[in-house]
């Protein structure tokens, strides 16, 4: 898979990833991720990428040239699978989206800044709007670096059967049970004797019994679903 990141912040998502997983990934050639600075295609002197808004208002808009220009120059050299715009607006993530979006093959992410952006690009380029949240945060960079963890983790060849994305939480609709290393004894807190017994059926039918008192205590709307 290659992601493309559209930003005017690349120096916030050099390091993200470049570590564990992801790091991983990129050196076994499953992932590779392109930092695109939008002021390198702005027009203006001064490298312009933003604009006050028409009809009044506080805040800045991302004007529409620098992006079209960058993404009518990606889109010179492949075909897009998807061209993603971060933005608390945006369609919800969650765990099935990511299996879904796991199976492109060239995606672009757009970050906004600011107010946004022009109305008119996600007319004309936009092909899904992705918010990580119920809130705003300053930029989409870090939006887009949680997606690319969550999606870069579930191609194929990244995860080892043990760590398998098959066992997260979420991946049925269910938080993970809880899990325990050694110590046996911790401040007086022992770990449950059943993990201790080495019973693979009595262990796997304890977990699921957790997962779903888990679920059905922190997250009853997963069930619901
Ligand atoms: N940009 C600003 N806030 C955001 C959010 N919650 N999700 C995605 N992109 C954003």
């Known amino acids: 898979m290659r992601i493309d990141i559209i930003t005017v912040l690349p120096e916030l998502l050099e390091s993200p990833f470049n570590h564990s997983i ?11 991720v392109n930092l695109i600075n939008l002021r390198e295609f702005s027009t203006s002197k001064q490298k312009q990428v933003d604009d006050y ?5 506080a805040g800045m808009v991302m004007m ?14 492949r075909t897009y699978d998807e061209i993603i715009y971060m933005t608390p607006d945006g ?25 946004g952006i022009d109305e008119r690009i996600r007319q004309l380029y936009i092909t899904k709007e992705i918010s990580i949240g119920d809130y705003v945060l300053s930029g989409g960079e870090l939006a887009a670096a949680i997606f690319v963890d969550a999606v870069g983790r579930l191609l194929p060849g990244v995860l080892n059967d043990e760590t398998s994305a098959l066992f997260d939480s979420f991946q049925d609709d269910m938080l993970s049970p809880p ?19 080495g019973h693979e059926k009595k262990i796997n039918e304890w977990r699921h019994e957790q997962a779903i008192e888990r679920t059905k205590l922190r997250r009853p709307d997963l069930l619901e679903e």
């Open 91 to 115: 369609e919800l993530m969650n765990q099935k989206m990511m299996n879904t979006l796991s199976l492109r093959q060239n995606i672009i992410i757009l970050c906004g800044h600011y107010k």
């Open 53 to 57: 808004q028409y009809g009044g208002g």
């Open 179 to 197: 899990v325990y290393t050694r110590p046996e004894t911790f401040k007086e807190l022992k770990v449950p004797e059943v993990l201790l017994s």
């Open 22 to 32: 992801l790091k991983r990934a990129k050196e076994k050639g499953l992932l590779e």
């Open 64 to 77: 529409c040239e620098p992006i079209s220009n960058c993404i009518e120059h990606l889109k010179k050299d």
